[in-house]
């Protein structure tokens, strides 16, 4: 099994920037992409960025140029760095491990969600 805890998040004005963390916990094998999606108000979920283990990053278009992913496998954690931050950026945000079926029980583990609000 795989728990995550997120950090991170809260209000910041247009233009500002936020950093989420979300470290995994359990066992590594079982960790395989992470990542971190969002949902905003009468919105749909939506991808924001992935990491595979290899360090391969896949952006959402909207934030694409604007926010920065990393991840430190011997911490197990993903990193997103967020700039420029928009009104529409507004969203809970969701860490994302993708589990290795050869090592999980499932195939995606999700945590608890935090708030960011971007507003003036």
């Known amino acids: 099994q795989v728990h995550l805890a997120e950090s991170g998040g809260g209000l910041v004005q247009p233009g500002g920037s936020l950093r989420l963390s979300c470290a995994a916990s359990?066992?590594?094998?079982?960790?395989?992409?992470m990542g971190w999606y969002r949902r905003a108000p009468g919105k749909e979920r939506e991808l924001v960025a992935t990491a595979s283990r290899a360090g391969t990053t896949y952006y959402g278009d909207s934030v694409k140029g604007r926010f920065t992913l990393s991840r430190d496998n011997s911490k197990n954690t993903v990193y997103l760095q967020m700039d420029s931050l928009k009104p529409e950026d507004t969203a809970v945000y969701y860490c994302?491990?993708?589990?290795?079926?050869?090592?999980?029980?499932?195939?995606?583990?999700w945590g608890q969600g935090t708030q960011v609000t971007v507003s003036s």
């Open positions: 359990g066992d590594p094998r079982c960790i395989s992409d």
């Open positions: 994302n491990v993708e589990g290795d079926l050869r090592y999980c029980y499932d195939d995606n583990y």
